[in-house]
């Protein structure tokens, strides 16, 4: 009897908050069960994901917030590196994490969910650089945090640049800025804010990414957590409809 009294109250919760979303029994009982997801989160990622006064903001934790209002789920946010985040979502010692790429190399250990936000990549270089066209950067290096999915890409189709590996992206950026490196690159959104947030005038926009029009950002849940998975997809649809 309690279990009925909760599915009526818990779709009633649904509905008063949005009509579109509908909940199988399955999903419901999870919930019920399951009322805390583990959340790994980048602290330093802005405007996308950061760690402001003990608190997850940013872009991602508003999608975060809505999936919450809607569910009835409650998130406990654990922030690190995209490297260590991408370790511990393998290992199932978190659910999700809210802000990745799809990347081929970890499909079968996640759940990738439907994009819901598309971003610009770009190239930014070194004021000092004069370079007009991506085969004036031959010779010059790339600085990218290590792990960066897309570096095996870039090594193929940039084979004229040198790549340098950094701790973060921070760190790539401080070796652009002391001549270690000529280019980053990245989120224009990301790479923009931080120039912005700490008045760096050295490192200027180049170019678009070449390789496509951008790239999405997608919820990956551990494969051990596919009811979870099918909660976060459908409550995306909901909010994109």
Request: glycine share 4%; proline share 3%.
């Amino acid at each position: 009897m309690s279990k009925i009294l909760f599915f009526l109250s818990f779709t009633i919760f649904l509905f008063a908050n949005e009509n579109k979303l509908l909940l199988n029994e399955q999903e419901l009982l999870w919930i019920q069960n399951n009322p805390v997801v583990k959340v790994g989160a980048k602290e330093k990622w802005a405007p996308f994901s950061m760690y402001v006064k003990g608190k997850h903001e940013g872009l991602s934790s508003d999608y975060l917030k809505i999936i919450s209002r809607k569910t009835g789920l409650k998130f406990n946010y654990i922030f690190d590196s995209w490297n260590n985040l991408e370790k511990k979502i393998i290992a199932s010692e978190i659910d999700i994490i809210p802000t990745a790429y799809f990347d081929k190399k970890i499909k079968k250990h996640v759940s990738f969910s439907s994009p819901y936000l598309s971003i610009i990549d770009y190239f930014f270089v070194h004021k000092s650089i004069k370079a007009v066209n991506f085969s004036d950067l031959k010779g010059l290096t790339l600085a990218l945090p290590k792990g960066y999915f897309r570096i095996d890409l870039i090594r193929k189709e940039m084979p004229y640049l040198k790549i340098i590996e950094t701790k973060n992206l921070s760190s790539a950026i401080s070796a652009v800025l002391e001549r270690k490196a000529d280019i980053l690159f990245g989120s224009y959104s990301v790479l923009s804010h931080l120039m912005r947030k700490h008045s760096i005038l050295e490192i200027v926009p180049f170019k678009e990414n070449p390789f496509n029009n951008g790239s999405d950002l997608h919820i990956i849940t551990s494969k051990k957590k596919a009811i979870l998975a099918s909660i976060i997809e459908k409550t995306l649809k909901s909010i994109s409809e």
